[in-house]
C-alpha cells in the first residue's frame, strides 16, 4: 500500500522560509509524477508544484521564483518554500501519481504570518 508522510511544517514570519518533505514508501520512479498542492480556508485545493521524470517542473503562477520542487531520487520529495507570504498560509499535500491513480499523504499545516 502506497503511503506518503509529510512534515516540515509549522509557522513562520513573513519573509521567511520552510522546507516540506514528503516520505513516500515506494521508489520515486514508480510513479508518474509527484506532486505538491495546498489547500486555504474556504478554498479548492490547488497545485502548487510538481515534478516528472526526475526533472521536468511545474510551479503555480503565485509561487514562481519563491518555491522549489526536488527529490532525492530514492522515497523523498522536498518542497522549498522562500519569501513566504501570508497568503501562502494553507495545508499542504503531497502527491504521488501512477497512470489516473492519486495518492495523497495526511497534510502539513503551514502558517505564515506575523
Known amino acids: 500500500q502506497v503511503q506518503l508522510v509529510e512534515s516540515g511544517g509549522g509557522l513562520v514570519q513573513p519573509g521567511g522560509s520552510l522546507r516540506l518533505s514528503c516520505a513516500v514508501t515506494?521508489?520515486?520512479?514508480?510513479?508518474?509524477?509527484m506532486a505538491w498542492y495546498r489547500q486555504a480556508p474556504g478554498k479548492q485545493r490547488e497545485l502548487v508544484a510538481s515534478?516528472?521524470?526526475?526533472?521536468?517542473t511545474n510551479y503555480a503562477n503565485s509561487v514562481k521564483g519563491r518555491f522549489t520542487i526536488s527529490s532525492d531520487n530514492a522515497n523523498t520529495v522536498y518542497l522549498q518554500m522562500d519569501r513566504l507570504k501570508p497568503e501562502d498560509t494553507a495545508v499542504y499535500y503531497c502527491?504521488?501519481?501512477?497512470?489516473?491513480?492519486?495518492?495523497w499523504g495526511q497534510g502539513t499545516q503551514v502558517t505564515v504570518s506575523s
Open positions: 515506494e521508489n520515486f520512479f514508480s510513479f508518474t509524477g
Open positions: 502527491n504521488a501519481r501512477r497512470g489516473r491513480t492519486n495518492y
Open positions: 515534478l516528472t521524470g526526475g526533472i521536468n
